[in-house]
């Protein structure tokens, strides 16, 4: 009798069979690894020992078709779709996970809903527009949205609200029907310095632009070599967290050629908590 796995094992399983499936993560012709800089031998030999160990992993994942996407982001945010509402007895609530890559899509969250009146008075205001930039519009690969509960929600269990209290709480639909952002999701296939400093542009935004509480602000990437990882991950302020899609995968390749530095850089940055697997992400959300 084969024993049963444990649910986020075979959720992280179907997540990588998705990044195989939907012809991102691959070998090419000439046995370049998609996720690797083809000009580095380090980052090619890393990745291509990520890619080994993953192919042997994944045959046989059952649910790689719930999560199947042509691009990064899809499968990001279908693996979160996916798994989040499993840890409903950690955070109960309604959630929605959408792709906010359009313009001001950031705008349909409460936190964030005045920036559609900003951006509406920079279009008809010229000097206005040249003063206050364009810091201001925010584009993350995935939103999680929550919905604000209603005063029968609230009260199922004990008799906490009525009219004359908690009048501006935006948790509660009464006093706001706009979703609150729970958290931001920029998917980050591999880092450049470039990609890096996007990354930490938006997420400071994110936390300037605000009204109300900070939402999660993680990157996910595949990105192989540590010291591209330590570009974003190394540092607080901005980046809740960096999630790699095969953390053990990755140090496992990382030994098998006994790169010392790029170990040692990994670890400081598992240690320092900068860095978690793909697998921590749901669990890190749900807090």
């Known amino acids: 009798m084969i024993a049963a796995q444990a649910y986020f094992v075979e959720a992280r399983k179907a997540f990588h069979a998705a990044l195989f499936n939907s012809k991102i993560l691959y070998l090419d012709g000439n046995g370049n690894p998609s996720i690797a800089d083809k000009d580095s031998n380090q980052s090619v030999k890393i990745a291509k020992g990520i ?11 059952r649910m790689a078709g719930q999560m199947a ?40 969250a409460d936190q964030y809903s005045h920036l559609a009146s900003l951006n509406d008075l920079a279009a008809t205001n010229p000097e206005l527009a040249v003063a206050i930039g364009m810091d201001y519009i925010i584009k993350p690969d995935v939103m999680i949205l ?43 296939w591999t880092l450049r310095s470039d990609r890096a400093q996007n990354a930490r542009s938006e997420a400071l935004n994110l936390v300037r632009n605000r009204k109300g509480r900070v939402p999660h602000i993680v990157v996910v990437t595949a990105e192989p ?63």
């Open 69 to 108: 996407g042509s691009k990064f982001e899809e499968v990001v945010g279908k693996y979160v779709e996916q798994t989040l509402p499993r840890l409903g007895i950690i955070r109960p609530g309604t959630f929605t996970v959408i792709k906010g890559g359009r313009r001001l899509a950031i705008a349909e």
């Open 51 to 61: 890619i080994s160990r993953l192919g042997d992993e994944v045959v046989g994942a």
């Open 225 to 287: 070599t540590p010291n591209r990882l330590a570009s974003l991950a190394l540092g607080t302020g901005d980046i809740d967290c960096v999630y790699h899609v095969a953390l053990p995968e990755l140090q496992e390749a990382i030994a098998e050629h006994s790169f010392e530095d790029a170990a040692e850089m990994l670890k400081t940055m598992i240690l320092g908590k900068r860095i978690r697997d793909i697998s921590d992400l749901p669990f890190d959300l749900a807090t």
């Open 146 to 188: 929550r919905s604000p509960l209603t005063d029968e929600q609230i009260n199922a269990d004990e008799f906490l609200v009525d009219d004359d209290v908690s009048r501006l709480t935006t948790l509660r639909l009464k006093n706001s029907a706009l979703p609150i952002l729970h958290a931001s999701i920029s998917c980050k």
